[in-house]
């Protein structure tokens, strides 16, 4: 079992930065595919990131790339998003999900474990 708990959301303001993190328990993360998925209001839940369990490869909605960047410390069952030039389209509840296997994910259906969500909301 997996278990995952996000932190870092908050408050941005337009080009702001945030960096969520997520804790993973378990032995077995470095065995894990990680990704970040985002729900806005009204929407359906919508992939964001997603990093192999080494690190070495990664994946980003084209919504986000060159902006966001996920990373891992497999060392502290960690897993990131560095978030910056934030943009009122990006408020959402953030989740970090876990999955096993090949490849990196980009359905929710991929993943079979989730955390609670993490809010970050854009300030004008």
């Known amino acids: 079992q997996v278990q995952l708990v996000e932190s870092g959301g908050g408050l941005v303001q337009a080009g702001g930065s945030l960096r969520l993190s997520c804790a993973a328990s378990?032995?077995?993360?470095?065995?894990?595919?990680m990704g970040w998925f985002r729900q806005a209001p009204g929407k359906g839940r919508e992939f964001v990131a997603a990093i192999s369990w080494s690190g070495g490869k990664t994946a980003y909605a084209d919504s986000v790339k060159g902006r966001f960047t996920i990373s891992r410390d497999n060392a502290k069952n960690t897993v990131y998003l560095q978030m910056d030039n934030l943009k009122p389209e990006d408020t959402a509840v953030y989740y970090c999900?876990?999955?096993?296997?090949?490849?990196?994910?980009?359905?929710?259906?991929?993943?079979?474990?989730w955390g609670q969500g993490t809010q970050v909301t854009f300030s004008s």
């Open positions: 999900a876990a999955r096993y296997g090949v490849g990196l994910g980009t359905e929710t259906t991929q993943y079979a474990y």
């Open positions: 378990g032995r077995t993360f470095s065995s894990l595919t």
